[in-house]
């Protein structure tokens, strides 16, 4: 018989089977929540309670991808990722946020961002900006 045959689904961009992720936010709720959903998604996970912290960990953990909160007390995720720019870093990074992605292209450093993902965040939503960030890079 002639039928159609079926059609494959396009492969979806994903992350390898384990990376080294680094979640920075300062709400320890939401940085509990996003390392639940990045283990489940089978990654490696280092936490950072703020900018700083955020900063030392990228030196001594050298993650694959970071998440950065935008705003956190001590530095701020956009003045951490400059930072670690200027250094030479191009580590994909994805900018955690309550703002909506158009509101942020006015701010200092936004072009350092990889990709913008808005809370709250879902397994979902996460795994579409962890795709996205590694393809970025």
């Known amino acids: ?4 045959r079926p059609v494959a689904p396009a492969p ?3 992350l390898p089977s384990r990376v080294k992720v680094l979640i920075a936010d300062d709400d320890r709720l939401v940085r509990s929540m996003v390392s639940d959903l990045l283990a489940e ?3 490696a996970v280092v936490e950072a309670a703020n900018g700083l912290e955020a900063l030392a960990a990228i030196e001594r953990e050298a993650p694959d991808l970071v ?3 935008l705003l956190m007390p001590r530095l701020s995720g956009l003045d ?3 930072r670690v720019r200027e250094r030479g870093v191009r580590t994909p990074a994805v900018l955690l946020t309550a703002i909506s992605g158009g509101s942020l292209r006015g701010l200092d450093g936004a072009e350092a961002v990889d990709v913008v993902l808005e809370k709250p965040v879902t397994r979902r939503s996460l795994e579409r900006a962890l795709a996205r960030a590694a393809q970025a890079r």
């Open 12 to 14: 979806r961009a994903i």
């Open 80 to 82: 951490a990722l400059q």
């Open 67 to 69: 998440i950065l909160d």
């Open 1 to 4: 018989m002639g039928g159609a």
């Open 41 to 43: 998604l089978g990654h």
